[in-house]
């Protein structure tokens, strides 16, 4: 998420410059040459994210790269907003003597902002290894676009998806249905989609029915092409090319890695009008790949084409335009799933009595995603069955598991696909939903509002912020990234929930980057600064003061009783609080240390035993206008009428 960060940073600084600069005249040049240092420390963190990181040395200095880049954000938070904004509000209104008042104060504010950019970038010159940063071998090779290394986890998708289980379990009635679909239908290119979230079993589907007697009897020639991240067509054709052509026992045309573009698509139309085929292009992961793919084949041929992709407008698209048909994959039922674990777990045999009841438990975290249900079970497998407290233990202690264990390194590897496959702003919004306990049913205005309080949704021409944010929650959603358990009468979706697993791995993310600080009790382990806070179960304590001069958000879950010291002692400490969501706390009273957050944006008081609010919520300036219940009762209160 490192990337992100600078990303989101990078844009700040601009509506910064644009918004202060009357104000704070002779800063912008500094200003400027923080957000050049911004564009090499992305280029740095993008290439570092790219490699998967496994140096120490280099793991320090991403982090290190990554604090100065959230200390740059706290620089613009601090200095201007308390001091600019209250300024064009009072200079209209005082006399000369205030503004010359104001103008002095003006002038230490931009002394302290341009004292804190020197800081700034003291620190990044002083960081071991500045020099060299953007330059060793293994980073410089990967420019500041480079995706995710998929080599690697092909490998790792290899081994697990493509192993032949003699007795898959589960499939038997979608394999049928997608071999009805191959073999029927009128002439012509017919596409067949297979859509699901990543680890459900799409492609270990489609392999078997490619692999099937009947399939391969009625089609003469058959290649299976796994897309390349990035897309690259020429060499997709060219592995096309090769394929159809062992397939045909036939010689390889010459000069084949030298041919052009047009020459490939030439060479692969005349195969596929000679013969009736079926090809298969596994993780098909954007449209533009789906519109290369689509340009080779020809209008004229008996072929069909097959792909597996973790998203629906992909699948959309392909079936309208060759009037196929799309196959959505589901988890497996509890009975297919308790079959598969204990096949894996127990090496086909049955499951002790004594490890039922854990077993449940634990396969019920698995989803019934197949490539969960593999790893997980087969982790177990090397447990002792006699100690049932390993397996209490694996239950209890699965997101740590998952961050560590070698035999879960597939798990992590395709929820990393998905991941950084994200644009900037996508993976600062699933990130956050870590805040959220498990299992929880998050309400869509809800979640959209906050996103939009921290500052993740960035304005569109002609459109609002929500409808930004319903745009990412669709584009998370449409990744299968994300569950929708209910949606409105008109189809719009009302909830969603993160997928059990993914959460973990969400949560093993957002811990990495010291994102989000989840609260469950005294054992919470509190990292160095806390930026977002969730409190699910109680609030005993917390660390001293300087802990959170970096929170921006804090979120109670659960019916937490009595506004208690150690909140309104957080609250005093965290001057650059954003958010607050008390929702469904049993309270009849706002705490008064919130009225003394100037930058408050986002209040949430539903749910609460609250009846009246006091005359100072009227100083929380920032509290969003489009905040239904919130904004109801300061309209009502600044009308004079008793809300």
Known sequence: MAECVIAFLREKLTSFLNEENELLGGVDEKVEDMRAELERMAAFLVAAEAQEVTDPRLKVLVKQVRDVAYDTEDVLHEVIPLRTGRYRAKIRLCGFVHGVYLHISNFKARHQLASEIRSIKSRVTSLEGYQRYCFPLSISEQGPNTSYNSRTLGDCRGTVHWSKDPNPVGIEVPKQQLIKWLVEGDS????????????????????????????????????????????????????MLQTLCSGMRAQVPEGIEATKTNGLKRKISEVLQQQRCVLVFDNVRNVDAWEGIKSV?????????????CFSHIT??????????????????????????????????????????VSQRILKRCCGLTLAIVAIAG?????????????????????????????????????????????????????????????????????????????????RAEMTLEEVAERYLNELVDKNLLHVPEKTEDGRLQTCQVHNLWGELINFKSREQEMVTVVRGRDTLWPRSVRHLAVHNSLESHPESKYFNR??????FGRIGSLHQPLRSLLSSGKMIKVLDFQGAPWESIPEEVFELHHLKYLSMRETKLKKLPKSIGKLQKVQKSQGFINYVITRLRNHKAP
């Open 551 to 556: 929170l921006r958000s804090v979120l109670i």
């Open 316 to 357: 959309s698209s392909s079936s309208m335009e060759t009037e196929g048909n799309v196959y959505t994959m589901k988890p497996l039922y509890q009975e297919d799933s308790w079959t598969l674990f204990c096949k894996k777990a127990f090496r086909g045999s049955y499951c002790p009595r004594y490890l039922e009841e």
């Open 297 to 309: 084949l020809p209008n004229k041929s008996n072929s069909r084409v097959m792909l597996t992709t």
């Open 188 to 239: 012509g290119v017919k596409t067949l989609s297979v859509v699901g979230p990543a680890g459900i079993g799409k492609t270990t589907l489609v392999r078997e029915v490619y692999d099937d007697a009947t399939v391969k009897k009625h089609f003469y020639n058959h290649a299976w092409l796994t897309v390349s991240q990035p897309f690259d067509l020429d060499e997709l054709m060219k592995d």
């Open 379 to 459: 982790l177990l497998a090397t447990k002792n069955q006699s100690r049932i407290e390993e397996w209490e233990m694996l239950h209890r202690c699965l997101g740590v598991e998952l961050e560590g264990n070698d035999n879960l390194e597939c798990l992590r590897k395709i929820f990393s696909y998905s991941y950084y496959d994200l644009l900037y702003h996508l993976k600062l919004c699933l990130l956050y939903l870590s805040i959220f306990p498990e299992d929880y049913t998050i309400e869509r205005m809800r979640l959209l509002r906050l996103w939009i309080a921290e500052g993740f949704v960035q304005g």
